[in-house]
């Protein structure tokens, strides 16, 4: 399907308001793992404000990025492979910029958002700047503020995954807002923020290590690396049919029951589950069923561990680039449709306790020694947007009632709900034929 057309639309390059360093700065063995290569893509919707006055508005927004590339210069910058053939990735440094685009949409209002897209790429015209191929030479960075049809705005922001990671992402967001309010002013120019760190070598494999990588990490099982039999034609399957965008919110009410299920399901040991792993284990197992997948087939459920505090010594604060692993829970179809929520709930939290400091190094040397990389096959993806503060971006418009992805596809989203500090909002895009048993199972907290 075709999005609708934008009117007025004009892109500019924002370069640095001051002058930065020209170099060359090389990216970490996580940053340039081959499944980072794409862009982190936000989509934030505010509601109208009568009397804001659009010029100023968008005039401030250029202004505050010009000065927040500033010390996030690599952002102003574009990535490459380094020429060795090492598989690492480095930025050239050299002022470049990064892109703004103003646009309108006649067609689309603020109640659009409220609800799931129709289709996966229904909100592509709000980042209109897509970007097939990070390494192609192109702006890591691009923001487009467009402007709705009854007044309302959309920001889409897309940062390049290879230069930082959500947290990273998160705290250049909550700059370039300062500098685009007063706030900044009022807390003293930004020093509440911590200073930007580059510091990739932090997460390369040492020296010192390189001649023990090969036995560290195969002496740490990597089940998230490991690959796993296609029984059912998984792979086509969503590579051939229509996926469609769902999105249900669970409050804090249920998430209790959640809770409670997962605790009454258990064993005896296991005292206590977080929000994030009851959560993730009933999305988990809802969408295992709807797609009625043979009872032996291999699942994992991947998801996101930050690692800054984790490693030892600790990462600096102010670190943006990628500082995390992907946990990975496993089991069989059978035993996560039929030994109840808890069984799954454990499979998470332990998969959470694996991740220690050598566990850490182990993931590092395997990326850096064999470009490990982790499989699709029985794959859901599940990324914790909920926790980046993102639903605190406040660009002198309020902060925005609606956060989410700009293209709602087969990773899993957990997202903040807008004055519900304790509620989830998950989006995934589920096979066209899978669909309403998914919806079904989701909302019913009953199995």
């Given at each position: ?5 934008l ?59 010009a ?58 015209k709000?980042?209109s ?110 590579s ?46 809802s ?29 600096p ?21 039929e ?14 306790e694996r991740?220690?400091?050598e ?17 699709s ?43 519900q ?10 096979p ?16």
């Open positions: 399907m075709a999005a609708s057309p009117h007025g639309k004009e892109a500019t390059v924002i370069y640095p308001s001051e002058p930065t360093p020209s170099t060359v700065l090389s990216l970490s063995a996580l940053d340039s793992q081959l499944f980072l290569r794409f862009t982190i893509e936000y989509l934030l919707v505010y509601r109208p404000r009568p009397g804001l006055d659009s010029l100023a508005t968008v005039a401030r927004v250029k202004s505050a990025l000065k927040a590339l500033v010390p996030y210069y690599p952002l102003a910058g574009r990535v490459r492979a380094k020429q060795e053939g090492s598989g690492l990735l480095e930025v050239v440094c050299l002022g470049q910029g990064a892109v703004f685009i103003e646009a309108v949409d006649r067609e689309s209002t603020i109640d659009d958002f409220e609800r799931a897209p129709r289709y996966v790429t229904q909100w592509r709000l980042l700047l897509y970007v097939a191929d990070v390494l192609k030479g192109v702006p890591p960075l691009v923001v487009q503020l467009t402007w709705l049809r009854d007044g309302a705005a959309a920001l889409g922001i897309g940062f390049n995954h290879c230069v930082c990671d959500g947290i990273g992402s998160a705290e250049f967001l909550n700059l370039f807002t300062e500098l685009s309010t007063s706030r900044h002013n009022e807390l003293g120019g930004g020093h509440s923020l911590p200073k930007p760190v580059w510091d990739r070598h932090l997460m390369n494999s040492s020296s010192s290590r390189q001649q023990h990588a090969h036995t560290r990490a195969s002496s740490v099982s990597h089940l998230e690396f490991n690959r796993v039999a296609d029984l059912c034609g998984f792979v086509s399957r969503f051939n049919e229509r996926l469609v965008p769902t999105s249900i919110t669970f409050d804090k009410r249920r998430l209790n029951e959640l809770r409670k299920l997962a605790l009454s399901t258990s064993r005896p040991s296991e005292l206590a589950y977080t929000s994030f792993e009851v959560l993730s284990a009933h999305v988990w197992r969408w295992a069923r709807s797609l009625n997948l043979p009872s032996n087939q291999i699942l994992k459920l991947l998801f996101s561990i930050n690692v800054r505090n984790r490693v030892k010594p600790s990462l604060s102010g670190y943006y680039g990628n500082a995390f692993v992907l946990g990975c829970a496993q089991t069989r179809v059978k035993d996560l449709t030994k109840g929520l808890g069984h799954a709930a454990m499979l998470v939290k332990k998969a959470k991740v220690d400091s566990y850490v190094k182990s993931v590092i040397d395997s990326v850096s020694q064999t470009r490990a990389c982790p499989d096959v029985g794959v859901l993806i599940v990324s914790q947007w909920s926790r980046l503060g993102l639903e605190r971006v406040d660009f002198g418009m309020g902060r925005p009632t609606q956060v989410g992805p700009i293209c709602c596809d087969r990773y899993c989203l957990f997202l903040p709900v807008f004055n500090t304790d509620a989830v909002k998950v989006m995934v895009a589920v066209t034929s899978a669909v309403d048993k998914y919806e079904h199972l989701a909302k019913c907290l009953c199995w």
